[in-house]
């Protein structure tokens, strides 16, 4: 199965090089589902490449600094690893955790409170949020892109069209869309009928997900895939702890990649207020959506530290300790979690699962999206808006 789909995957991407406009079929690898797709934007190999181009290229962002790519690092499981809440454009920090675009095809609404229904539309989010891109507009976007060099015939290749807003967006989700990630271990051992794919402990740990831990409630796991989501928004307490907790003494700050600094909360403050953050209420207006979040995928959870909304549990571990313990008690809590009472066997067998969930291409869409070709940063044009970001490198 492993081996016929990707065949089966490599054949329709080969034979869409052939001729333009070419359909791009992602035959779904064991465990996933068939990917849904939008009729108003058919996936072509054309519009593939070129939503790669874009997705890596620092030249979306205001100053020329920030790609999708160094928020959504390719090598980092599509997530930051190294950050809890996403830095953006001028060393700005952002309230949430980049979340991992691996499968992000299957997600039926997007951010961690679900406010976006569209993956077409999701991306001018980032490009015109003051603290990410930084972009002053979507004609400003549109026309920038026009004029770069490097995709001088693309949109047309692709869209049979000029740059359009609306063909940035097109382009941008088509190419998530084919971050497809299954055939896991436990893929090979559910459904693949590979008995022996898993080890005891990991098969163990997957009892706990699926009975005392309760954990399928919400990451759901059917009879012939999972996504590990029921799409829904759930309060599991960290959100509403958060916004108990008085501002902190200070707050880790990154200046380069594996560089951080401890900056004092009053300085940090004065510049920054602290950004308040209600999750899906900020949505529906509804009191009982407070703090609730959006139930992630857990695939490739081994590859997306640090976890939740908020990146606040930094390990597997940690997370498995905090459902544990029943989350954090606040009056809108789902009645779904509760304390467990885990022995310490059964954690470390959850967690063992957990790991198992490593989809078999993650090093090769790694490659792939880095084989998008190189875009020299061009020159900030105002060197008064660049900060600590002068100092982001290309991951
Ligand atoms: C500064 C860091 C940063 C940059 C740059 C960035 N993102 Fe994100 N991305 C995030 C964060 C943080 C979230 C979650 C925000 C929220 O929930 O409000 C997110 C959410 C998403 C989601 C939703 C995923 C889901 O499961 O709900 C998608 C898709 C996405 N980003 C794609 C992109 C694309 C495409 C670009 C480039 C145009 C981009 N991002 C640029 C940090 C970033
Ligand atoms: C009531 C529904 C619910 C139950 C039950 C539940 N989860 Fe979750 N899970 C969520 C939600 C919602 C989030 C996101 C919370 C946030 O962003 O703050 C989450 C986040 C996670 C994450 C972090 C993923 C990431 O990328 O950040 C992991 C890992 C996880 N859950 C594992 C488990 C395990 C293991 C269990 C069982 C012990 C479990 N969950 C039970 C709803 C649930």
């Known amino acids: 199965m492993t081996g016929r789909a990707s065949l089966a995957l490599a ?77 953006g454009i001028g060393g700005r920090s952002l309230r949430r955790n980049a979340p991992t675009l691996y499968n992000v095809g299957y997600q039926r609404s997007f951010f961690h409170d679900g406010r976006e229904p569209h993956l077409e539309e999701q991306a001018w989010s980032p490009l015109l949020a003051r603290v990410e891109m930084g972009m ?17 015939g693309l949109f047309e290749a692709a869209f049979g069209g000029p740059v359009t807003s609306e063909r940035i967006g097109q382009a941008l989700a088509s190419y998530q869309r084919t971050l497809v990630s299954g055939n896991s271990r436990f893929d090979r051992w ?25 954990c399928v409630a ?3 796991v059917g009879e012939q895939s999972a996504l590990f989501t029921d799409h829904r928004f759930h309060n599991t307490g960290i959100g509403w702890e958060r916004a108990m907790q008085p501002a902190r003494a200070s707050y880790r700050v990154q200046l380069a990649p594996g560089t951080f600094v401890e900056v004092d909360g009053a300085l940090l403050s004065a510049f920054e207020p602290p950004q308040a953050d209600t999750g899906r209420y900020e949505v529906t207006g509804t009191l009982e959506d407070r703090w609730a979040y959006k139930t992630p995928t857990l695939r490739n959870a081994a590859l997306t530290a640090p976890y939740m909304h908020d ?38 067998a959850l967690v063992a699962f957990l790991k198992t969930l490593t989809g078999d291409n993650v ?19 105002d060197a008064a808006d660049v900060h600590l970001e002068s100092l982001l490198e290309r991951p």
């Open 311 to 348: 990146g606040s549990l930094a390990t597997l571990e940690e997370v498995v300790g905090f459902y544990d313990r029943g989350g954090i008690a606040n009056e809108n809590r789902s009645p779904l979690i509760a304390p467990l009472g885990l022995d310490a066997e059964e954690r470390a």
């Open 218 to 220: 919400c990451h759901r």
């Open 136 to 152: 002053p507009s979507m004609g400003y976007v549109t026309e920038k892109v026009r004029q770069l060099p490097e995709y001088r």
């Open 11 to 87: 054949a329709l991407l080969l034979a869409a090089c052939a001729r333009a406009d070419t359909p791009v079929a992602v035959a779904p690898p064991l465990g996933l589902p068939p990917l849904p797709l939008p009729a108003t934007n058919p996936l072509t190999r054309e519009k593939v490449d070129l939503g790669r181009r874009l997705f890596m290229d620092r030249r979306l962002s205001h100053n020329n600094t920030m790609s999708c790519a160094m928020c959504h690092v390719p090598e980092q499981g599509f997530t930051s690893n190294e950050l809890g809440a996403a830095i």
């Open 363 to 381: 090093e090769t869409l790694a490659r792939d999206a880095r084989s998008a070709p190189a875009t020299l940063p061009v020159p900030a044009r």
């Open 190 to 214: 559910r459904y693949g009928g590979d008995a022996a794919a898993l080890d005891a402990r990991e098969q163990r740990g997957f009892g706990v997900f699926a009975g005392k831990g309760r």
